[in-house]
């Protein structure tokens, strides 16, 4: 599958998750097989232009992540297209746009979701980033802003004919957030009528749910909350798409997901953090405390369908040190309980 003239070695991707998949995160996913195409956290534009650290942080990416995209919102053409710019400075293989989001804070700027409820503004922005750079500029859009206003079909045609180079459609309305279910068959729809790849996303959290969307008329498919519950998730979906049967994750290998993210986001450079005028303990303080964070968060999903999965999920968001947390994981992953000490903590 192509994104323009980007090579994808999979149609199954990571989908853009804020908070949850840093670089550190999809990099272990790429690492376990099967994913065709990362997507960073949303960025904003304006932070991008006005070159806010923290704003370039959520842009960063490794060479082992590529292909990659960097997801950016905003409303303004021009801002937008100079924020591509610097997407492309950065080396991304291709620029999306987010027009899904439905948070107020982004939303009520004329970005994110409420993008779609002027589509003809939203094909302007598209078309000045598509003049403005070489790299692939997609969209990824929701349904719709609510039932009355399910537009996606109508934009989708918008912004191929802006010069968008592929779109994703997460079937659901900015009005649903994350309730019901995604409509698929808008996507397929969608799919039918326009010439650009389009992926797919929503609700996928097995593997066989991957490959059956994938046979309904999409190009790609892109997995968000599933990816967070099974990072094998679409090495499994490309195991099963090519025949194979699904390969088997064990427990350890499970636990060994999480010890490896902490020793990742260890290492990551967070800009919060060295920016602050204190001392390096002070720092290092903050720092791992920024890791059990992300751990908490990630937890929030990754405990979903695990035996006693529930008491891993309370231990986790008991722990205060980085220590605490190895321990943790470790005596629940290989003897698939949490320590007496972790229960004694719950
Ligand atoms: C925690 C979280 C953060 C998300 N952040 C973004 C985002 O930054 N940009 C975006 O386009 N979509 C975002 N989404 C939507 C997902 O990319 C995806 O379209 C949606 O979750 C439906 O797919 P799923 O059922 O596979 O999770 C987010 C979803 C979740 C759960």
């Known amino acids: 599958m192509k994104i323009g003239s980007v090579e994808l070695p999979s149609p199954f991707a990571v989908a853009p998750m804020a908070g949850m998949t840093d670089s550190a995160f999809r990099r272990l996913v790429k690492r376990h097989g099967g994913c065709g195409l990362v997507v960073t ?119 191929q004919d ?36 389009v992926f797919g996303s929503g609700d996928c959290i097995e593997p066989e749910q991957i490959v059956a969307k994938l046979q309904s008329g999409v190009e790609g498919v892109l997995v968000g909350r599933g990816v967070l519950r099974n990072p094998w998730i679409l090495a499994q979906a490309e195991d099963l798409a090519a025949g ?36 390096h303990d002070s720092r290092q303080r903050s720092h791992d405390k920024w890791v059990v964070n992300k751990l908490r968060a990630l937890g929030s999903y990754y405990t979903k369908g695990l035996d006693n999965g529930s008491h891993l999920r309370t231990a986790i968001n008991s722990a205060e040190t980085l220590d605490e947390l190895r321990e943790i994981v470790v005596s629940f992953f290989s003897g698939s309980r949490v320590s007496d000490r972790a229960i004694a903590q719950i």
């Open 162 to 197: 802006a010069g968008a180079a592929a779109i994703a459609v997460h079937g659901r309305t900015a009005a649903q957030s994350y309730s019901g279910s995604a409509d698929w068959d808008l996507v397929a729809r969608i799919a039918d009528d326009v010439s650009i790849p």
């Open 244 to 279: 194979r049967p699904k390969r088997d994750v064990t427990l350890e290998q499970r636990g060994q997901f999480l010890l490896d993210y902490i020793e990742l986001l260890q290492h990551e450079r967070v800009w919060d953090h060295e920016s602050r005028p204190t001392n």
């Open 41 to 159: 956290e949303m960025v904003s534009s304006e932070g991008l232009v006005r070159g806010i650290d923290r704003t370039l942080e959520y842009a960063e990416y490794t060479e082992e992540e590529r292909p990659v995209s960097i997801q950016i919102f905003g409303g303004d053409p021009e801002k937008m297209a100079a924020a591509a710019q610097i997407v492309e400075g950065m080396g991304a293989d291709i620029v999306d746009v987010n027009m899904g989001c439905p948070v107020p804070k982004i939303a009520k700027h004329n970005a994110g979701c409420s993008l779609m409820r002027e589509p003809q503004h939203a094909a302007t922005v598209i078309n000045a980033m598509a003049k403005a750079v070489k790299i692939p500029v997609t969209v990824k859009m929701r349904a719709g802003w609510n039932d009355q206003e399910k537009n996606a079909p109508t934009l989708a045609r918008m912004v």
